[in-house]
T-cell receptor
């Protein structure tokens, strides 16, 4: 099946620093990638939808200047948390699909746990 | 709007018990329905799906039937194992759209 990887799997950083998380589709070309945030014992909250070669579409309430998303190629999307603060600590999960319709299954990465001290 | 409501957890069962996790939905269009499973510390894995009314999705002993008349997609398994302990998410996607809409998740713990 299709494999999506994330790197790093966990990261600890100091408040005020920026952190970059990578999401890669390993064996297929991902025209669309999604970034989710998951708080402890809660559901996934969609942050943004990223189509290759175009700007990401952010969900309401998500600060685009805080969470920078780049989908530079068909196999890589990055999420940069800028000037991270403790409230940004969370589990970030990406997913990828090879098509732009709902008929194409989304494949999820294993997640990245971010802890901001 | 589109939304998914799941049975509140946590759910604790003994091994070999019968499992039902309820899921109902509201949708403005025609949805495809999914169950995802998340094991501790991991991302989500697709467990099963159904794309039209009366379809039954099944995998690893789990089943769910797409019931349009009751707008439901309940997850069932006849005999659970300790290894089934995880968080289960019901989700929908409107056909023709891109976004998955998730339920709040149900934490399942199976005791030996």
């Amino acid at each position: 099946g299709a494999v999506v990887s994330q790197h790093p799997s966990w990261v600890i950083c100091k408040s005020g620093t920026s952190v970059k998380i990578e999401c890669r589709s390993l064996d297929f070309q991902a025209t669309t990638m999604f970034w989710y945030r998951q708080f402890p014992k809660q559901s996934l909250m969609l942050m943004a939808t990223s189509n290759e070669g175009s700007k990401a579409t952010y969900e309401q309430g998500v600060e685009k200047d805080k969470f920078l998303i780049n989908h530079a190629s068909l196999t890589l999307s990055t999420l940069t948390v800028t000037s991270a603060h403790p409230e940004d600590s969370s589990f970030y999960i990406c997913s990828a699909t090879s098509g732009r319709t709902s008929y194409n299954e989304q494949f999820f990465g294993p997640g990245t746990r971010l802890t901001v001290l | 709007g589109n939304s998914v409501t799941q049975m509140e957890g946590p759910v604790t069962l003994s091994e070999e018990a019968f499992l039902t996790i309820n899921c109902t939905y509201t949708a403005t269009g025609y949805p495809s329905l999914f169950w995802y499973v998340q094991y501790p510390g991991e991302g989500l894995q697709l467990l099963l799906k159904a794309t039209k009314a009366d379809d039954k999705g099944s995998n690893k002993g789990f089943e769910a039937t797409y019931r349009k008349e009751t707008t439901s997609f309940h997850l069932e398994k006849g005999s659970v194992q300790v290894s089934d302990s995880a968080v289960y998410f019901c989700a929908l996607i409107i056909q023709g759209a891109q976004k998955l809409v998730f339920g709040q998740g149900t934490r399942l713990t199976i005791n030996p």
